[in-house]
């Protein structure tokens, strides 16, 4: 092999070998730390639970404790109104609200949870659905 053709295969070598390491994931401590969301475990009420009267308070229970501050519930009834107090009590991995205004129908029920501390973890959001059957129309 001439010395040209030896040079260029080490820049072919050395140029494939910087392309693989940059594409490599991370590994060590920054990797063990990448955020992961809490999970939620459980609400009270259940998810497309039916009942005769709008429940008072509504509480979901994550993996992981939460940031009072970046976390928070709201509660929609069947006309779209907010009718959760608009403040949220958390303690540990649980957050919930009360609700002020029971009408019959089907509630909207929207958690957005983030961990402690903030940007450690990452955060989740979802939504769940209760009836009441009977109280006051909308």
């Known amino acids: ?3 040209a053709n030896l040079a260029f295969m080490r820049r072919i070598a050395l140029g494939l070998t910087c392309l ?3 594409l490599a994931p991370t590994v060590g401590p920054a990797a063990a730390n990448s ?6 475990l459980s ?3 259940e998810a497309g639970s039916s ?3 709008a429940p008072k308070e509504v509480s979901f229970t994550f993996s992981e404790p939460l940031d009072a501050a970046y976390s928070r519930i709201e509660v929609y009834d069947a006309c779209g109104r907010r009718v959760d107090e608009g403040d949220i009590t958390v303690t540990g991995p649980e957050m919930k609200t009360k609700i002020v205004k029971r009408p019959a129908g089907r509630y909207k029920i929207y958690y957005f949870a983030n961990a402690v501390p903030k940007g450690a973890t990452g955060e ?3 939504i ?3 009836t009441a059957k009977k109280g006051p129309s909308c």
């Open 20 to 22: 693989v390491l940059a």
């Open 128 to 130: 769940i659905t209760i």
């Open 124 to 126: 989740t959001d979802g």
């Open 51 to 53: 009942f005769a009267k």
């Open 43 to 45: 609400s009270t009420p």
């Open 35 to 40: 955020p992961t969301s809490p999970m939620l």
């Open 1 to 3: 092999m001439s010395a």
